[in-house]
């Protein structure tokens, strides 16, 4: 038991860490990790679910504020350092978790076809493109644009594969964001946990039931948001040999923890 606490305490700290990283989604690696389903479920009718996951998400939780008020700076720091580094070690992260995913899909229908995902992997590739090429634009910063910010964010964690903050970056109202919350400016934090609300009680109840009803479909063409997205942030250019020696090294060490992870949950769970 505290061993499967700390598990879910770390994928949290690694969710409150990428959550407000540019190219990183939130909603990917709480795919990743097994969250986001009893998320859906307990954010769409927490009634019901509280006492079902409760025992999951107080130390998830904890470890997200750890990861969101704490790690994050330091990533942030990895990232200016050499932004490659940072995004293979988060690649590794999510490439270790998806022989699992694509076990629990087969899992579940094992007959349906996997062309709903290879036809979602290339549409939502082609987007993601597409929105690379725009031009960034520039959002006056007020109440609303800091609810703008919140609807992104909760769109980012219901609909799995959209960084909100690559969205965000586009619109200029990352950095305004990201400062308001480092100062603690309740003007900036308000306004951004009512959009996050308005978002995830808007939607997190139709991804729920879509789950119940069509889980084989649903969790591939999530998995193709999600491969579609991670295949955006894998560097192509490294400063140097060294630097490029040192990615393939953090890309092996998240790989080999998110492995451990999801091997350690599958033994707790067969343990009862």
Same mark, same amino acid.
């Given at each position: 038991?505290?061993?499967k ?11 409150g ?5 540019p190219?990183? *989604?939130g909603?990917v690696?709480m ?10 479920? /307990? ?5 019901k +679910?509280?006492?079902? @996951? ?9 470890g997200w504020?750890l990861g =969101?008020?704490?790690?994050a700076?330091?990533v942030?720091?990895?990232? $200016?350092? *050499? #932004?490659p580094v940072?995004?293979m070690? +988060?690649f590794?992260?999510i490439?270790?978790?998806?022989p699992?995913?694509?076990k ?5 229908d #094992?007959k349906?076809s996997?062309?709903p +995902?290879? /036809?979602?992997l290339?549409?939502? @590739? =082609?987007?993601f ?9 520039? %959002?006056?910063t $007020?109440t ?5 910010c919140?609807l ?7 609909v799995?594969?959209?960084s909100?903050s690559?969205?965000l970056? @586009?619109?200029?109202l990352?950095?305004p964001?990201?400062a308001?919350i480092?100062s603690l400016?309740? *003007? ?6 009512l959009?996050l #609300?308005?978002t ?7 991804? $729920? ?7 084989a479909l649903? *969790?591939r063409?999530?998995?193709? =948001?999600?491969?579609?997205s ?8 490294f400063?140097? %040999?060294?630097t /490029?020696?040192?990615? /393939?090294t ?5 790989f ?10 599958e033994?707790?769970q #067969? $343990?009862?």
């Open positions: 038991m505290l061993l606490s700390l598990i879910l305490a770390v994928q949290g700290a690694i969710v860490t990428g959550a407000i990283l190219g990183v *989604s909603g690696l795919v990743a990790f097994g969250i986001y389903e009893p998320m859906m479920a /307990l954010l769409s009718r927490p009634s +679910f509280f006492r079902l @996951y409760y025992k999951m998400f107080i130390p998830f939780l904890i504020l =969101f008020t704490l790690l700076r330091a942030e720091a990895m990232f $200016n350092a *050499s #932004a940072a995004l070690l +988060f590794g992260l490439c270790g978790t998806l699992e995913l694509i629990d899909s087969e899992r579940s #094992a349906r996997w062309t +995902f290879v /036809l979602t290339s549409l939502a @590739y =082609f987007l493109c597409l929105l690379e090429q725009g031009k960034p634009a520039q %959002v006056e $007020n609303m644009s800091f609810v703008i919140g992104v964010w909760g769109l980012s964690l219901v799995p594969g959209l909100s690559s969205v970056l @586009y619109m200029g990352y950095e964001m990201t308001g480092a400016d309740f *003007s900036v934090i308000l306004p951004l946990l959009g #609300a308005i995830v009680a808007a939607l997190a109840r139709l991804v $729920n039931t879509l789950f119940e009803r069509h889980y649903i *969790s063409l999530i998995l193709g =948001f999600v491969i579609a991670s295949l955006k942030i894998v560097p192509v250019q400063e140097s %040999v060294g /490029l020696a040192l990615s /393939l953090c890309f092996g060490a998240g080999a923890l998110a492995r451990y992870m999801d091997c350690a949950r033994k707790q #067969a $343990n009862g």
